[in-house]
């Protein structure tokens, strides 16, 4: 039968031409008809149809019926059909297996053979990371035979195969699959119905059969303080700092509670599924202590007496408080208390408050001198006055830096001795003390005097660090180093400095601080920060051995503002270009929101002198030891 093809063109004549061209045939040769003819004014189209005679299959044939395989050899000029194996298939030609594309011919003897696949059982366990789970995954493959598939009449014929035959081996019994875990030394924790499922299927992924004991952490105890305790200022969640939030740490009254203790949940050890043991790690534990005026009752510290609550690491106890309702005047006299001490009115002229704990005054001090080893907080206004807190603190600060070069000296001492004695550098009949005294004499020499010095800086301590004094002066002064006989005893001697050392940093130097709303005319000495809450300052002079703050708006015009670390003012000086000095040490920062003219900035002994008005300061001194200013013009 003859096939139509259609071709379109702006004549006759090239619709022949792309017919021709197309269809391999002799211009002359070509049958056709003309469809369709379109004429405009512009332009002229044609649409042919074109008969092309089928040509001759002369190619040879293969085709597979009913599981024979017959070829149809090929036509004059023909080629031979060909024959593609598959692996489920073995085809062999003449006796010989082939395994690829391969012609053939009637003449040829062509067989196959069905693959026989035997079927298998695969069983793998893994276990989790932590140990208390055990997954199985399993997979049964049955026994496949494959016989040749019918194919239709082709010249290039690939085998295909169908299944003739499927068997499943037997599955995992329950007890083979026991057997198979107890080899991984899996004995713990067995899932019975997830085993006994296994079992029964042919496939199964990551299936769990052993499940342990996860551990369960304890949590951390919770202690929660029932008084205020702000001895720091808070800060928001954009880090803006309230100097305000500091407060004195208000009077307990007999029977109120001060902490209580919230017990964290008690660790659970778990088991992984080899039967071991998974140890659950324990949350922080907190044991709290009833001091001085203080009862432990139902895990809470309650107040036996009425006063101020002291905290101790862990230990509460109560410290008296001498309360006076009104102000101090001529009619209560001065006011001495070893305690500590509230005030509900002011503190007049001529008059003084010494506390060995802290000061509250809830209204103001004019003409007074207020002293205290702790903090002090004055609510109302402080003029003419003169406010110092923590004055034993920079004793303390002595008998701690005298420690500390005490330590350091010692130490480098004994591992001189210890290598001198050892490497028989002074000769091999020379003892250590000996080492230990000629290294004191000749490289040591300020030991001594230091030991001196510390034994004078505590005298007036108790037994305890005169103990540790006298062990000093036995084993390293006079002839007390000759009698060392092992190098451990100038570790003991470097133990008893190193407690001293931590003791002193707990209990001995406590920050004291001093919270006040305005001065004026006015000396204030903290040996901790001083903070600033209301008005300012006016021509008064303040110096902190730690920082000085100024809340936003907060005025300091006149006098001289004097911290060891840092000092943050909201406004300094006035248009009246009142001097006003600002001091820290040269490892200190100054920070100021606006300053006037006149205006003195001291870092170490470097001053600076702002002559304009400025915002943003920023002051400090840099590596080269050179003061640097950072401001933004007004």
Same mark, same amino acid.
């Given at each position: 039968?003859?096939?139509?093809?259609?071709?379109?063109?702006?004549?006759?004549?090239?619709?022949?031409?792309?017919?021709?061209?197309?269809?391999?045939?002799?211009?002359?040769?070509?049958?056709?008809?003309?469809?369709?003819?379109?004429?405009?004014?512009?332009?002229?189209?044609?649409?042919?149809?074109?008969?092309?005679?089928?040509?001759?299959?002369?190619?040879?044939?293969?085709?597979?019926?009913?599981?024979?395989?017959?070829?149809?050899?090929?036509?004059?000029?023909?080629?031979?059909?060909?024959?593609?194996?598959?692996?489920?298939?073995?085809?062999?030609?003449?006796?010989?297996?082939?395994?690829?594309?391969?012609?053939?011919?009637?003449?040829?003897?062509?067989?196959?053979?069905?693959?026989?696949?035997?079927?298998?059982?695969?069983?793998?366990?893994?276990?989790?990371?932590?140990?208390?789970?055990?997954?199985?995954?399993?997979?049964?493959?049955?026994?496949?035979?494959?016989?040749?598939?019918?194919?239709?009449?082709?010249?290039?014929?690939?085998?295909?195969?169908?299944?003739?035959?499927?068997?499943?081996?037997?599955?995992?019994?329950?007890?083979?699959?026991?057997?198979?875990?107890?080899?991984?030394?899996?004995?713990?924790?067995?899932?019975?119905?997830?085993?006994?499922?296994?079992?029964?299927?042919?496939?199964?992924?990551?299936?769990?059969?052993?499940?342990?004991?996860?551990?369960?952490?304890?949590?951390?105890?919770?202690?929660?303080?029932?008084?205020?305790?702000?001895?720091?200022?808070?800060?928001?969640?954009?880090?803006?700092?309230?100097?305000?939030?500091?407060?004195?740490?208000?009077?307990?009254?007999?029977?109120?509670?001060?902490?209580?203790?919230?017990?964290?949940?008690?660790?659970?050890?778990?088991?992984?599924?080899?039967?071991?043991?998974?140890?659950?790690?324990?949350?922080?534990?907190?044991?709290?202590?009833?001091?001085?005026?203080?009862?432990?009752?139902?895990?809470?510290?309650?107040?036996?007496?009425?006063?101020?609550?002291?905290?101790?690491?862990?230990?509460?106890?109560?410290?008296?408080?001498?309360?006076?309702?009104?102000?101090?005047?001529?009619?209560?006299?001065?006011?001495?208390?070893?305690?500590?001490?509230?005030?509900?009115?002011?503190?007049?002229?001529?008059?003084?408050?010494?506390?060995?704990?802290?000061?509250?005054?809830?209204?103001?001090?004019?003409?007074?001198?207020?002293?205290?080893?702790?903090?002090?907080?004055?609510?109302?206004?402080?003029?003419?006055?003169?406010?110092?807190?923590?004055?034993?603190?920079?004793?303390?600060?002595?008998?701690?830096?005298?420690?500390?070069?005490?330590?350091?000296?010692? &130490?480098? @001492? =004994? $591992?001189?001795?210890?290598?001198?004695?050892?490497?028989?550098?002074?000769? !091999? /009949?020379? %003892? #250590?003390?000996?080492?230990?005294?000629?290294?004191?004499?000749?490289?040591?020499?300020?030991?001594?005097?230091?030991?001196?010095?510390?034994?004078?800086?505590?005298?007036?301590?108790?037994?305890?660090?005169?103990?540790?004094?006298?062990?000093?002066?036995?084993?390293?002064?006079?002839?007390?180093?000759?009698?060392?006989?092992?190098?451990?005893?100038?570790?003991?001697?470097? &133990?008893? @400095? =190193? $407690?001293?050392?931590?003791?002193?940093?707990?209990?001995?130097?406590?920050? !004291? /601080?001093? %919270? #006040?709303?305005?001065?004026?005319?006015?000396?204030?000495?903290?040996?901790?920060?001083?903070?600033?809450?209301?008005?300012?300052?006016?021509?008064?002079?303040?110096?902190?051995?730690?920082?000085?703050?100024?809340?936003?708006?907060?005025?300091?015009?006149?006098?001289?503002?004097?911290?060891?670390?840092?000092?943050?003012?909201?406004?300094?000086?006035?248009?009246?270009?009142?001097?006003?000095?600002?001091?820290?040490?040269?490892?200190?920062?100054?920070?100021?929101?606006?300053?006037?003219?006149?205006?003195?900035?001291?870092?170490?002994?470097?001053?600076?002198?702002?002559?304009?008005?400025?915002?943003?300061?920023?002051?400090?001194?840099?590596?080269?030891?050179?003061?640097?200013?950072?401001?933004?013009?007004?």
């Amino acid at each position: 039968m003859d096939e139509m093809s259609i071709f379109t063109g702006s004549s006759v004549e090239e619709c022949l031409k792309k017919a021709s061209d197309d269809l391999k045939i002799d211009f002359k040769d070509l049958k056709y008809e003309i469809i369709e003819e379109k004429k405009s004014l512009f332009k002229k189209s044609f649409k042919i149809s074109v008969k092309k005679p089928m040509l001759e299959d002369i190619d040879g044939k293969i085709i597979i019926s009913g599981g024979k395989i017959e070829v149809i050899n090929p036509k004059a000029g023909g080629r031979k059909a060909t024959i593609t194996p598959t692996k489920e298939i073995i085809l062999k030609l003449n006796g010989e297996k082939i395994d690829k594309k391969t012609p053939v011919s009637n003449e040829d003897d062509i067989t196959w053979i069905g693959e026989e696949v035997e079927g298998k059982r695969e069983i793998n366990v893994s276990i989790s990371d932590d140990k208390t789970e055990a997954y199985i995954n399993l997979e049964i493959i049955p026994k496949r035979v494959y016989e040749i598939k019918d194919s239709i009449e082709m010249t290039d014929l690939i085998v295909g195969s169908s299944k003739k035959e499927e068997v499943y081996p037997p599955g995992y019994t329950v007890e083979e699959i026991v057997d198979i875990l107890a080899k991984f030394k899996i004995t713990y924790g067995l899932l019975k119905d997830n085993i006994k499922m296994i079992s029964e299927k042919n496939k199964v992924e990551k299936l769990i059969v052993a499940q342990g004991c996860v551990p369960q952490n304890g949590t951390d105890d919770r202690l929660i303080l029932k008084y205020n305790e702000n001895k720091v200022p808070v800060k928001d969640n954009k880090g803006n700092v309230d100097y305000k939030s500091i407060g004195h740490i208000q009077t307990i009254k007999s029977g109120e509670i001060l902490c209580e203790l919230i017990k964290g949940l008690t660790a659970i050890n778990g088991k992984d599924v080899y039967g071991n043991k998974i140890t659950a790690n324990e949350g922080k534990k907190i044991n709290i202590n009833a001091g001085k005026g203080c009862a432990f009752f139902d895990n809470k510290i309650i107040a036996t007496e009425t006063g101020k609550p002291v905290k101790k690491g862990y230990t509460f106890s109560i410290e008296p408080v001498y309360v006076i309702n009104g102000s101090v005047d001529l009619s209560t006299g001065d006011v001495k208390f070893d305690g500590n001490i509230e005030v509900f009115g002011d503190v007049l002229d001529g008059m003084k408050v010494h506390s060995g704990k802290s000061v509250c005054i809830h209204s103001g001090a004019s003409g007074a001198e207020i002293v205290s080893k702790e903090d002090i907080t004055i609510d109302g206004n402080v003029v003419t006055s003169s406010i110092s807190s923590g004055k034993d603190e920079f004793f303390n600060k002595k008998i701690l830096n005298s420690i500390n070069s005490l330590i350091s000296t010692i &130490t480098e @001492l =004994k $591992n001189m001795a210890d290598q001198v004695f050892k490497s028989k550098m002074l000769g !091999s /009949n020379v %003892k #250590l003390g000996e080492v230990v005294k000629i290294l004191i004499e000749k490289r040591f020499k300020k030991l001594e005097k230091d030991i001196e010095e510390y034994e004078a800086l505590v005298a007036s301590k108790d037994d305890r660090v005169k103990v540790i004094v006298s062990i000093l002066k036995n084993k390293l002064t006079g002839l007390g180093p000759i009698n060392i006989n092992n190098i451990e005893e100038l570790g003991k001697v470097l &133990t008893l @400095l =190193k $407690n001293e050392q931590g003791r002193f940093y707990s209990e001995e130097l406590a920050q !004291s /601080n001093i %919270k #006040l709303n305005y001065i004026q005319d006015s000396k204030i000495v903290s040996y901790g920060d001083v903070y600033i809450t209301g008005k300012g300052e006016y021509i008064s002079d303040i110096f902190a051995d730690g920082n000085i703050y100024f809340v936003e708006n907060s005025v300091a015009r006149g006098g001289t503002l004097q911290a060891r670390k840092e000092i943050k003012c909201s406004i300094v000086g006035s248009g009246g270009r009142v001097r006003t000095t600002i001091q820290v040490e040269k490892e200190g920062h100054i920070y100021i929101q606006k300053a006037f003219p006149n205006t003195k900035l001291i870092i170490g002994k470097i001053e600076y002198v702002i002559e304009e008005e400025c915002r943003d300061v920023h002051a400090y001194m840099d590596e080269n030891g050179e003061i640097v200013v950072e401001k933004i013009k007004e």
